[in-house]
């Protein structure tokens, strides 16, 4: 199985999805888009794939989102688009991509349904609550 995560390295909920692929068993690509970026073509297949508007995927906090005036609700998705392809941290994370689809693994074990096989436990999310129990069942 083929795994590519979106990452960013200062979020917690990124770190807590990739650590809970890794345990899993997966190797998975790991993005780094805060540096590489974004294409257009990229985001709008990403953005349908995971069945999202730009207004959904937008990062609205520890983002420029409001100074640019992207959380007023007239804005319409091709200024939201635009907006993200400038500034990549707009786009919230972390978007995962596996055989079984495509998802903005927010909250953390949105990342479970995109796995072959549950890492085994236990396992809890970055706030400590508990995901999979000793006995490898998941509680999410």
Known sequence: ????IHH?????TS??????????????????YLETGWTRAQLLALFAAADLTPRQALRTTKSPAEELGLLNPDMDNEALLAAMLVYPILVNRPIVCSPKGVKLCRPSETVL??????PPG????????PLIDAKGHRLA
């Open 122 to 129: 236990p396992l809890s999310k970055e706030d400590g609550t």
């Open 113 to 118: 349904d995109l796995l072959d096989r549950l």
């Open 1 to 4: 199985m083929s795994i590519v």
């Open 8 to 12: 960013n390295p200062d979020c917690g």
């Open 15 to 32: 770190r807590n999805v990739l650590a809970i692929i890794a345990a899993s068993g997966e190797t998975p690509t790991v993005i780094p």
